[in-house]
Nanobody, 119 residues
Framework: QVQLVESGGGLVQPGGSLRLSCAASRSIVSINAMGWYRQAPGKERELVALIISDGRTNYGDSAKGRFTISRDNARNTVYLQMNSLKPEDTAVYYC?????????????WGQGTQVTVSS
């Protein structure tokens, strides 16, 4: 079992920056991938960014060139640096992780943190 706790959300003006953090309750070294999804009102949850255990990253189209995902294994934490924020980035951002164990995939989600981009 893995608990994920997000922090760092809030209100920011267009063009501003935020850094989200996701702290895991256990070592993330053995977690196959961790990342971020977001869900805006009336829309489906969408991928923002993933980071694989080997360091490879995968970004959703909306995040490419503006957001950067990173991980600190010593702190069991994954970060999402968001720059050049736009009003359309407003959403609840969820931390996500998955791991495989004996052929079974386990998904884990945080409770979400609100990001609002508005002047």
């Amino acid at each position: 079992q893995v608990q994920l706790v997000e922090s760092g959300g809030g209100l920011v003006q267009p063009g501003g920056s935020l850094r989200l953090s996701c702290a895991a309750s256990r070592s993330i070294v053995s977690i196959n991938a961790m990342g971020w999804y977001r869900q805006a009102p009336g829309k489906e949850r969408e991928l923002v960014a993933l980071i694989i255990s080997d360091g490879r990253t995968n970004y959703g189209d909306s995040a490419k060139g503006r957001f950067t995902i990173s991980r600190d294994n010593a702190r069991n934490t994954v970060y999402l640096q968001m720059n050049s924020l736009k009003p359309e980035d407003t959403a609840v951002y969820y931390c996500y992780g998955f791991l495989f164990r004996t052929g079974v995939k386990y998904d884990y989600w945080g409770q979400g943190t609100q990001v609002t981009v508005s002047s």
